[in-house]
């Protein structure tokens, strides 16, 4: 069955810190992952996705299919990244296409 | 251009009664989901539009709930004789259509939700 588990509800680190939010998943197959971001009182929308190994906002993530993991990491934290990020897995073939799983989320407070 | 749309923002109903929950998709994309956000539960699918398939019925926690898309475009969730336990935000996302077999998932634009209290 396809499952994405965030281990941390809740993750502080001080302007300027290096950042790391955990994404694991399962999944019998190939799947495609996405860290979608939600700041205050604005709406869900994608940060990054796997496949166009991108950095956004300074943030990268690589899918590591031996570990099963898709990290979120940046170098230097900004007070702007506070925000609840959520990891999102989807299939990429058959029936789970169209539909994301998502994990349940991490909230990020960077303090300055 | 106009992002996804969904109303009411906020609706307040009293246990058993009937909500029904509109999403205005992009323009031009043919596939529009839903999802359910509530506290202790994180984002829950629920349904999946996808052009004129049927529609991807799975995620539905009850017979309660049903969904329609008319002419392709706007939906609407219907929840029926609601219960305490349905309070919770309801999105609405579209995309362009994600084909089976394709290679790749299309992004999903989410709407800014629908805040449901169930009293």
């Known amino acids: 069955a396809q499952r994405v588990t965030q281990p941390e509800k809740l993750l502080s680190v001080f302007k300027g810190a290096p950042v790391e939010l955990k994404c694991n998943y399962s999944?019998?197959?190939?799947?495609?992952l996405f860290w979608y971001v939600q700041y205050s009182r604005q709406r869900l929308q994608l940060l990054l996705r796997h496949i166009s190994r991108e950095s956004i906002k300074g943030f990268t993530a690589d899918l590591n299919k031996g570990e099963t993991s898709f990290h979120l990491k940046k170098p230097f934290a900004q007070e702007e990244d506070s925000a609840m990020y959520y990891c999102?897995?989807?299939?990429?073939?058959?029936?789970?296409?169209?539909?994301?799983?998502f994990g349940r989320g991490t909230q990020l407070t960077v303090w300055p | 251009g106009a992002g996804v749309s969904q109303s009411p923002s906020n609706k307040v109903t009293e246990k058993g009664k009937d909500v029904e929950l509109r999403c205005d998709p992009i323009?031009?994309?043919?596939?529009l989901y839903w999802y359910r956000q509530s506290l202790g539960q994180g984002l829950e699918f629920l349904i999946y539009f996808q052009g004129n398939s049927a529609p991807d019925k799975s995620g539905l926690p009850s017979d309660r709930f049903s969904a329609e898309r008319t002419g392709g475009s706007v939906s609407t969730l219907t929840i029926q004789r609601t219960q305490q336990e349905d309070s919770a935000v309801y999105l609405c996302?579209?995309?362009?259509?994600?084909?089976?077999?394709?290679?790749?998932?299309?992004?999903?634009?989410f709407g800014p939700g629908t805040r449901l209290l169930v009293l």
């Open positions: 999944y019998s197959g190939s799947p495609e």
């Open positions: 999102a897995l989807s299939g990429a073939r058959g029936s789970t296409l169209g539909r994301l799983y």
């Open positions: 996302a579209s995309s362009l259509a994600s084909f089976m077999g394709g290679p790749y998932q299309e992004t999903q634009y």
């Open positions: 323009s031009g994309h043919t596939a």
